[in-house]
Nanobody
Framework: QVQLVESGGGLAQPGGSLRLSCAAS????????MGWYRQVPGKQRELVAM???????TYDDSVKGRFTISRDNAKNTVTLQMNNLKPEDTAVYYC??????????????WGQGTQVTVSS
């Protein structure tokens, strides 16, 4: 099974920046949607941003104007540039790929998560 690995998490100060990246352990025939989600204890996982195969992006209202999602189709990677970080951005961030195989089977893959902590 394809494994997704996030990187770039860590500690940042309010107003600071972090860049998260997600990479797949093996080649993927086609990635329809790449997305970033986050989750804090006691709350459901929520969508932060996504980018489709057309390049169309969607952002949660809480991160609009601060976060930017982008995909590199040649490398099968997705990044989340996070600027002007706020303490409420603190969460475990997960990447997710919605993919299709050569045989047209749709499969979703999730990363293990990377901790982002925003604190002074």
């Amino acid at each position: 099974q394809v494994q997704l690995v996030e990187s770039g998490g860590g500690l940042a100060q309010p107003g600071g920046s972090l860049r998260l990246s997600c990479a797949a352990s093996e080649s993927i025939f086609r990635i329809l949607i790449m997305g970033w989600y986050r989750q804090v204890p006691g709350k459901q996982r929520e969508l932060v941003a996504m980018v489709g195969d057309s390049g169309r992006t969607t952002y949660d209202d809480s991160v609009k104007g601060r976060f930017t999602i982008s995909r590199d189709n040649a490398k099968n990677t997705v990044t989340l540039q996070m600027n002007n970080l706020k303490p409420e951005d603190t969460a475990v961030y997960y990447c997710k790929y919605k993919t299709t195989t050569k045989e047209n089977v749709i499969r979703d893959y999730w990363g293990q998560g990377t901790q982002v902590t925003v604190s002074s």
